[in-house]
């Protein structure tokens, strides 16, 4: 599976617990922070590698 796939599930996995937030569930809320830094930490591992490509000089 390849990164972006992955974060568009965390961002989709999150969505139930966010509703039962906005609905006064704080345990959810504590789910749903979990969530926020495993999608940051999924987004930055993009981030990376988008740099990575970046940088590396195409073979003449």
Known sequence: MD??????QLVAQSKDDWLKWKGGNKTAGTR????MQ?????????????????DEKPEA
């Open 3 to 8: 990164e972006f796939t992955q974060l568009e």
């Open 32 to 35: 749903v922070r979990k969530s």
């Open 38 to 54: 495993d999608i940051k930490a999924q987004a930055q591992a993009i981030r990376e590698k988008v740099l990575e490509s970046r």
